[in-house]
C-alpha cells in the first residue's frame, strides 16, 4: 500500500462515541473478543498517521507507519480502561517511540525532524535556523547540519528542548505541549523562541562555514 492509498483509507475510518468506546473495551478486555479488539485498532489509526506526517516525504513512509501501527497494537493490548487515563493520550507515546526507535536504527530520525512541519503550518525547523543566515545554501548537506542540530539540541535547557521536540519532531500543537508542561500558551512561544535563539547561537560558526 502507498502512502495515498493509507489516507484515502483513513477517511473512512469512523470515530467511535464515547458508549461505542466503552462497550468495545469491555468486550475486548472483559470478555476478549477479537473483533472488538480490531474495531478498537482501526478506530485508533489516525493517532498513527498524525505521528507519521511529519515523515511523509521519506521514501520508507509506509515502514514508519506500519512501526507506529504496532506500536497501536501494543497500547491497546496493554490498556486498562478503569485507570481513568485517556486511550489516546496512553498510546501516542508507545506509537511515537516505534518510530522514533526505526528511525533511529536507520539513522534518519534528525533530518527528518528537520525538516518537519509544525502543527500549525509555521516554519521547519531547519527553515527557522537558515532564516537568519543567507550563507546558508539550498545544496548543503543535510545530514552534517542534522549532526550539528542534535548536539546543539542536547544542550538546551530542559523546557526548551522540550518544546522543540514537542512542536518539530513530534508535531504537536502548542496548546497540547502547553499542557504537558503546565505552562501557558504563550510562554511556550517564547521558550521556542529562546530555543531557537540559542541552537543559532550554538550553530553560527558552523554555518558561517557550511
Known amino acids: 500500500?502507498?502512502?495515498?492509498?493509507?489516507?484515502?483509507a483513513l477517511q473512512q475510518v469512523k470515530t467511535l462515541s464515547p458508549a461505542r468506546e466503552r462497550a468495545l473495551w469491555q468486550a475486548y478486555k472483559e470478555e476478549g473478543q477479537s473483533e472488538a479488539r480490531r474495531l478498537l485498532i482501526?478506530?485508533?489509526?489516525?493517532l498513527v498517521f498524525r505521528q507519521a506526517v511529519p515523515y511523509r516525504n521519506l521514501q520508507n513512509i509506509m515502514d514508519i507507519v506500519q512501526e507506529g501501527t504496532i506500536g497501536l497494537i501494543e497500547a491497546v493490548e496493554?490498556?486498562?480502561?478503569?485507570?481513568?487515563?485517556?486511550f489516546s493520550l496512553f498510546a501516542v507515546h508507545r506509537i511515537r517511540?516505534?518510530?522514533?526507535?526505526?528511525?533511529?536504527?536507520e539513522g534518519r530520525v534528525d533530518v527528518a525532524c528537520m525538516d518537519a512541519r509544525p502543527a500549525d503550518g509555521g516554519l521547519t525547523l531547519k527553515e527557522n535556523l537558515m532564516d537568519?543566515?543567507?550563507?546558508?545554501?539550498?545544496q548543503a548537506e543535510s545530514n552534517e547540519l542534522a549532526a550539528k542540530l542534535h548536539q546543539a539540541m542536547a544542550r538546551l535547557p530542559a523546557r526548551e528542548r522540550a518544546v522543540?521536540?514537542?512542536m518539530y519532531m513530534q508535531s504537536e500543537?502548542?496548546?497540547?505541549?502547553?499542557?504537558?508542561?503546565?505552562?501557558?500558551k504563550s510562554h511556550?512561544?517564547?521558550?521556542?523562541k529562546n530555543g531557537i535563539r540559542r541552537v543559532r547561537g550554538m550553530l553560527s560558526r558552523f554555518m558561517q562555514h557550511w
Not at 1 to 8: D, G, K, L, R, S
Not at 98 to 104: A, C, I, K, P
Not at 132 to 138: D, H, I, M, Q
Open 1 to 8: 500500500m502507498q502512502f495515498e492509498q493509507y489516507v484515502a
Open 42 to 46: 482501526e478506530s485508533y489509526q489516525p
Open 78 to 86: 496493554s490498556y486498562e480502561p478503569q485507570r481513568g487515563v485517556a
Open 97 to 105: 517511540g516505534r518510530m522514533l526507535n526505526y528511525l533511529h536504527k
Open 132 to 138: 537568519l543566515s543567507p550563507s546558508v545554501t539550498e
Open 164 to 166: 522543540l521536540e514537542g
Open 173 to 184: 500543537e502548542a496548546g497540547d505541549v502547553a499542557e504537558g508542561l503546565q505552562v501557558s
Open 188 to 192: 511556550i512561544y517564547r521558550l521556542q
